[in-house]
């Protein structure tokens, strides 16, 4: 059976970077199909981005596993939604797995604060979109 990870290159650990408490987000402008890119930005100054890679697998299927990269923030970031202050105590983090007879495939991401909120992040059934289900989110999943 096949393992396709996050790509996390050049980040030692995606869990510690996200335990130090997420202040802002920002996202790409929707199209009908959805989003395709969110930035994160951490309590530590750090400028988290975050799409998807799409992989062939079986025949015709693909199926998406997450990318996060450290950025700097330059024009290209849209500007930062500012967060509830809840957001900078993170509870949980958790891998959100696609698994299939040939493969297993780290395809979302749950985080999840002390008042029991979740920011969810997964690939799109549309590719090379992600979608985005969280409380301070307002277009919720777009397939």
């Not at 802002?24 to 530590?44: C, E, H, K, M, Q």
Request: include cysteine; charged fraction near 15%.
């Amino acid at each position: 059976m096949q393992l396709l990870e996050f790509d996390t290159e050049g980040i030692c650990s995606i869990s510690s970077l996200l335990r130090q408490g997420i202040v802002g987000y920002a996202n790409d402008i929707p199209t009908p199909r959805g989003i395709s890119t969110v930035w994160l930005f951490l309590a530590n100054n750090a400028l988290l981005k975050i799409y998807t890679r799409m992989h062939d697998t079986v025949g015709w299927n693909e199926v998406g596993t997450l990318v996060f990269r450290l950025v700097g923030k330059d024009e290209n970031v849209p500007e930062i939604v500012p967060l509830p202050q809840a957001w900078r105590d993170i509870a949980g983090i958790e891998k959100m797995l696609v698994v299939d007879a040939d493969f297993t495939a780290e395809s979302g991401l749950q985080v999840s604060n002390n008042l029991g909120e979740v920011f969810t992040i997964v690939c799109s059934a549309n590719i090379y979109q992600i979608e985005v289900l969280a409380p301070f989110f307002s277009w919720g999943f777009f397939a």
